[in-house]
């Protein structure tokens, strides 16, 4: 059963994983406030191993420190439908990275309140490029958020994902029934050592006007 957060902002809510832990779903845009409503999942005694994430982005600041916790908790990330903007860099800074096959990672520059770039966004961005090295994000998804204005998103294609590491799977899920009958359970904690598997064809590098209220990264 999922327990909604109240709806102002993201929508968090928490969920069983078929090992009997805990996933959290975030969903809809971030907004100030949620690091804390997100943090605040945390206090209970059952574990948390990983978030499934829907989101068109939102504010940076937020999104940054729900990112941070993630990377600290060592969470593993995965994406369902779409992730851009700040969400892609909560995915980005996940332990292990999953999509399912249809999954799409947007990323671009930090934007101001209207969607435009000034002396600011800009230096917001170097910076922001300049952490993501430092967390091991590869050079080539660098360069899409640096390069893409932010009212527009780029989409990583499979070459950044390869080397993201990204798996194409649910790892929250269960896998199909095998030999007796009975589903096994596919969560991430159970299959140490995994290389990256089969990564999402679908998201082609490409361009496109952003989905979310522009000028939030």
Partial sequence: MAIPAPSTGMEISRVASCSGEDVLKLRGDIEPGDYMKFRSQFAGQRRIVGLDLDSPGGSLHEGFRIATLTRQKKLSTYVSKECDSACAFIFLLGRKRYVSKDAKIG?????????????????????????????????????????????????????????????ERDPFGRNPS??????????????PGESAGKTMPAASARTSKASHRAGKQ
């Fill in 107 to 167: 990323v671009h520059a930090v934007g101001d309140g209207y969607g435009g770039e000034d002396a600011g966004t800009m230096r917001d961005t170097i910076q922001f490029a300049r952490l993501s090295a430092k967390f091991g994000i590869p050079s080539s998804t660098i360069g899409k958020m640096v390069t893409t204005p932010p009212r527009k998103i780029t989409f990583l294609d499979q070459n950044d994902l390869s080397a993201l590491k990204v798996i």
């Fill in 178 to 191: 095998e030999g007796d009958g009975s589903p096994s359970c596919d969560n991430d904690k159970n299959v």
